[in-house]
């Protein structure tokens, strides 16, 4: 089996890792956006209540 040199082997290694980041990133940023829309939806239904800044809890 052939295999590329080792320097490149780090290399393709370092960006495989990059890709990795990047896809947990943008996963955290999705999960984000729905929950900001769950959080929305239940605040204007009046099913959650904003106590104070950074924390919400049910009415």
């Known amino acids: 089996?052939?295999?590329p040199p080792l320097t490149e082997q780090?290399?393709?290694g370092e960006t495989l890792a990059a890709l990795d980041e990047e896809v947990r990133?943008?996963?955290g940023i999705a999960r984000a956006g729905e929950y900001r829309a769950l959080l929305a939806d239940l605040?204007?239904?009046g099913r959650a209540v904003r106590t104070r800044p950074g924390s919400?809890?049910?009415p």
């Open 56 to 58: 919400v809890r049910e």
């Open 10 to 12: 780090e290399a393709i």
């Open 25 to 27: 990133i943008h996963t």
């Open 43 to 45: 605040l204007m239904a």
């Open 1 to 3: 089996m052939l295999r």
